[in-house]
Nanobody, 119 residues
C-alpha cells in the first residue's frame, strides 16, 4: 500500500511557475515508477509526465514538453513537477500516481492539488 500526498498547487498568472511535490509513504519507493496526471473541469484525466523508478527515464505529454520537468528523490520518497511558462489551459487538479515497476497500470493515486492559471 502506498499513500501519496500532493502539495504546491495554487493560483498563478500566465507565464509563471509552480513546483508540485508528492510525498509517498512506502518503504519501497524505488520500486515504483511515478507519474503526474491532471483533470480539468468537464474533461477526462490526462497524462502529464512520468519518471522511472531510478529517475533515469522520463516522458511527457506533448502539451507540456519543454515547459514541465518531472524529477524524484528516492532518499526522501518524493516526486516533483516543476511547471514553467504556465498557460491558462494548464488549469486543472493535478494528481500524483505510483505504478509498481512490473505492472502496466497506476495502482495508487493521491487526492490531487489544484492549479489555477489566470490570463
Amino acid at each position: 500500500q502506498v499513500q501519496l500526498v500532493e502539495s504546491g498547487g495554487g493560483l498563478v498568472q500566465a507565464g509563471g511557475s509552480l513546483r508540485l511535490s508528492c510525498a509517498a509513504s512506502t518503504r519501497t519507493f524505488s520500486s515504483y515508477n511515478m507519474g503526474w496526471f491532471r483533470q480539468a473541469p468537464g474533461k477526462e484525466r490526462e497524462f502529464v509526465a512520468a519518471i522511472s523508478w531510478s529517475g533515469g527515464s522520463t516522458n511527457y505529454a506533448d502539451s507540456v514538453k519543454g515547459r514541465f520537468t518531472i524529477s524524484r528523490d528516492n532518499a526522501k520518497n518524493m516526486v516533483y513537477l516543476q511547471m514553467n511558462s504556465l498557460k491558462p489551459e494548464d488549469t486543472a487538479v493535478y494528481y500524483c500516481a505510483a505504478k509498481p515497476v512490473l505492472k502496466s497500470s497506476y495502482d495508487y493515486w493521491g487526492q490531487g492539488t489544484q492549479v489555477t492559471v489566470s490570463s
